[in-house]
């Protein structure tokens, strides 16, 4: 009974693999020229490839169908060709069907995306923009312009791509096609502007500012001066992007911060120096409060807060969101040096007891996130007021390791036995 019904649902899936064999026995040619055509595109057998296509498919658009057959990436032939270098083989291809030069691969590059990406020659990126050139046609907008405006997945343009891998002649020669795609801004925000300057290619900056940027050019995405600062570009570059400052949209990054106060933070001495005549930004509050002197304190950039303080003397009392003034915040921080530097200059001491918006002066602050070598600083000055109370009636050496707790702790008696060793033995401090 069971060989009975068994062997005729044999003999059915027999006939059914024959029969799905004979229906795809096209498909398995096709698949054949395929993987000869594909291994002629990588090694640049620009003879072979073309011999095969005119031996093997005579009909137009059977030899159509086969060129535009995707890789598992989602490559055409001419990705491949481009991609391996073989720029006469992708113009041959190009050739026999125009379009592929605007498909995209499965990270959404064009053929010129992976040319700009490739290596710093441009012949390979003209050869396509020649081609492209070569099928304009308006009316379906493939044109040029089209090919060079097309962003992949990451919404770079191929311009993006040249400048992302330093290559200066393609980023050139593609300017020189179209000056307008200098601003395009990729996923990021960043246009190629901000790359340019961001990597100091003076060069490509002023060919940008020549060729795109007009009166009423508007620059948006990120700040390329911002690009300029935080690459730690030379004068130069700082001028030519100050120059198109009045196009930039965004003269503030997402956190409310001047390029000013990204010069202080990073400790970018000549980039402050630029800046620094613009005093209206030494006055001007991030989105957290603080000014850029107070971003310069946070890090313990002595020669940045001089700097600024040199253009700006009265930034010294300046109090970010906490009423936390410049000493509050080095302490704070723990930057000694800078703690050590206000405290020798006697124009600083009106700072030294302030309190914040919680009562705390700098010695509470320093005590508070146990920055044990800024809380001696402070000990041996004898302008401090130990007896200062926070809103929490605690003085600054009342408060425990933990921050949080009133408990004595060894730290605290050590920093009593500190205290009463150098201040309460200094006859002249208690006769003053």
């Known amino acids: 009974m069971f060989e009975e019904t068994e062997l005729p649902s044999q003999e059915m899936e027999a006939h059914h693999r024959t029969q799905d064999f004979e229906e795809t026995d096209g498909d398995a040619d096709n698949l054949r020229l395929y993987q000869q055509l594909y291994s002629y595109a990588t090694r640049g057998n620009t003879n072979r490839f073309n011999d095969t296509i005119a031996n093997e498919l005579h009909d137009p658009n059977a030899r159509v169908q086969l060129l535009s057959r995707r890789s598992p990436q989602n490559n055409t032939f001419v990705h491949i060709a481009v991609s391996s270098g073989h720029v006469e083989l992708a113009t041959k291809i190009l050739q026999e069907h125009k379009p592929l030069l605007l498909e995209k691969n499965f990270e959404g590059d064009t053929a010129l995306h992976i040319a700009a990406k490739a290596e710093d020659i441009d012949t390979t990126t003209n050869t396509l923009l020649r081609e492209a050139r070569g099928t304009t046609n308006v009316e379906n907008n493939a044109d040029v312009l089209t090919l060079l405006r097309m962003k992949n997945n990451e919404e770079n343009t191929a311009l993006h791509e040249a400048l992302i891998q330093g290559h200066q002649l393609v ?161 704070r921080c723990g930057e000694e040096n800078l703690v050590k530097y206000f405290l020798k200059k006697v124009e600083f001491q009106m700072l030294i007891n302030q309190k914040d918006n919680r009562g705390n002066t700098p010695l509470h602050l320093a005590k508070m996130y146990d920055h044990l070598k800024v809380v001696h600083l402070f000990i041996l000055d004898r302008r401090i007021n130990f007896k200062v109370l926070n809103d929490r009636g605690m003085t600054a050496l009342g408060i425990s390791e933990s921050t949080l707790e009133t408990s004595a702790s060894y730290h605290e008696v050590s920093l009593c036995y500190i205290y009463f060793y150098h201040i309460i033995d200094d006859h002249d401090f208690w006769l003053s």
């Not at 570059?237 to 930039?248: G, T």
């Not at 000014?291 to 003397?313: D, M, Q, T, W």
């Open 171 to 331: 980023a050139k020669c593609l300017i020189e096609a179209d000056p307008a795609v200098s601003l395009y801004t990729n996923k990021e925000q960043k246009s190629p502007l901000y790359l340019a300057a961001e990597q100091g290619l003076v060069e490509i900056v002023k060919l940008i500012k020549e060729k795109a940027v007009e009166k009423d050019t508007e620059i948006q995405g990120k700040s390329p001066l911002f690009a300029a600062i935080l690459g730690r570009q030379k004068k130069e570059v700082l001028k030519i992007i100050s120059n198109m400052e009045a196009n930039i949209l965004n003269s503030e990054d997402e956190k409310g911060r001047t390029p000013l106060h990204c010069a202080a933070s990073i400790g970018y001495l000549e980039g402050v120096r630029f800046l620094g005549r613009r005093l209206k930004d030494s006055h001007q509050k991030d989105h957290y409060g603080n000014f850029p002197i107070h971003c310069a304190s946070s890090k313990g950039h002595v020669h940045i807060v001089k700097e600024l303080l040199r253009h700006c003397p009265d930034s010294m009392e300046l109090r970010n969101s906490s009423d936390q003034n410049i000493l509050h915040v080095a302490a």
